[in-house]
T-cell receptor
Framework: DAKTTQPTSMDCAEGRAANLPCNHSTISGNEYVYWYRQIHSQGPQYIIHGLKNNETNEMASLIITEDRKSSTLILPHATLRDTAVYYCIVRAGGTSYGKLTFGQGTILTVHP | EAQVTQNPRYLITVTGKKLTVTCSQNMNHEYMSWYRQDPGLGLRQIYYSMNVEVTDKGDVPEGYKVSRKEKRNFPLILESPSPNQTSLYFC???????????FGSGTQLSVL
């Protein structure tokens, strides 16, 4: 799986959009970009994933650059409950994969 | 309700005393996995299972055993626990390819 690079921490004001970047310059054509978050010591929670098109669901939007070397997770109206560690993971699709590696993630702090 | 259930939530034991952490999922998922989380090291995969009777090592399998005799259960076994296995453990499951991972609530293990 391709390596990802995320900032260690970010701040965001409540009600504003939180834009979390992720670099994955060695991504290959069959690898998807996944985002998870972990609130305090709870189990990680799936947010969104995509291959090359931008994706949106009820939680967030995922913007993937045209060359797929980086992506941005957007929380459109951040709340205090969005304070968490956000993990960007790149992983191949298909039946062959089993290992899933979480990096250090980005600590997002949403403040009033 | 779809969920991954881990037991116990907290466990304190002594060095060398065999223990088992149970994991059960009610979603008929084929894939299950165990992770440990330590400060500064993030989430690291211990073992995973692609289906019944099929298990494979993750990144940190030493000192652990798993079994997958039935689809819903994936217990983590520590035959002779040591203090360096003190950690927060998570079980996860996944259904079809590229589908999201569902995590349990975690088991905080302390080995004295």
């Amino acid at each position: 799986d391709a390596k990802t690079t995320q900032p260690t921490s970010m701040d965001c004001a409540e009600g504003r959009a939180a834009n979390l970047p992720c670099n994955h310059s060695t991504i290959s054509g069959n690898e998807y970009v996944y985002w998870y978050r972990q609130i305090h010591s709870q189990g990680p929670q799936y947010i969104i994933h995509g291959l090359k098109n931008n994706e949106t669901n009820e939680m967030a939007s995922l913007i993937i650059t045209e060359d797929r070397k980086s992506s941005t997770l957007i929380l459109p109206h951040a709340t205090l409950r969005d304070t968490a560690v956000y993990y960007c993971i790149v992983r191949a699709g298909g039946t062959s994969y089993g290992k899933l590696t979480f990096g250090q993630g980005t600590i997002l702090t949403v403040h009033p | 309700e779809a969920q991954v259930t881990q037991n116990p939530r907290y466990l304190i034991t002594v060095t060398g005393k065999k223990l088992t952490v149970t994991c059960s999922q009610n979603m008929n998922h084929e894939y299950m996995s165990w992770y440990r989380q330590d400060p500064g090291l993030g989430l690291r995969q211990i073992y995973y299972s692609m289906n019944v009777e099929v298990t494979d090592k993750g990144d940190v399998p030493e000192g652990y055993k798993v079994s997958r005799k039935e689809k819903r259960n994936f217990p983590l076994i520590l035959e002779s626990p040591s203090p360096n296995q003190t950690s927060l453990y998570f079980c996860a499951s996944r259904g079809q390819i590229r589908e999201k991972l569902f995590f349990g609530s975690g088991t905080q293990l302390s080995v004295l």
